[in-house]
């Protein structure tokens, strides 16, 4: 019960309950979960930091950059936790908005042909615009 304690505490936090759920989709980098949960680096960072401490991500890095997915070897309890989760927020609307900015965020990476910090501000900047049409 201790370790089902734990993992719920840390994943009683909107911000990296958010950044799991988009991490059982595919491997995202730092850049892509900042500009899709809108959140500086450093924070963005430290909630990777959290859940990758806990056991529940792996991480990777490719030169510069890091890209995190869900682990692939999560043991119970955080597998039936993980699984739990994802199968009642699937249809969450706010997973549908982030999975919807990720697409977003993705589609405007490739153009661009960039990832980081000036991507993300530029992909924030075109977001905010689109908005306030």
């Not at 993705?106 to 910090?117: D, N, P």
């Amino acid at each position: 019960m201790k370790e089902a304690n734990r993992i719920l505490g840390l994943l009683a936090e909107p911000s990296r309950l958010r950044i799991l759920l988009l991490l059982g989709h595919r491997e995202l980098c730092v850049c892509q979960i900042m500009g899709v949960l809108g959140m500086s680096q450093p924070l963005v960072s430290r909630n990777l930091a959290l859940l990758s401490r806990a056991g529940l991500l792996s991480a990777r890095r490719d030169g510069k950059m890091m890209y995190y997915r869900l682990s692939e070897t999560l043991a119970d309890p955080a597998a039936s936790l993980v699984r739990v989760l994802r199968s009642a927020l699937a249809g969450d609307a706010t997973h549908r908005q982030d999975l919807e900015s990720l697409g977003d965020c993705t589609e405007f990476q490739k153009k661009t042909g960039k990832c980081g910090m000036e991507t993300f501000l530029k992909y924030m900047e075109q977001k905010k615009r689109s908005r306030g049409k």
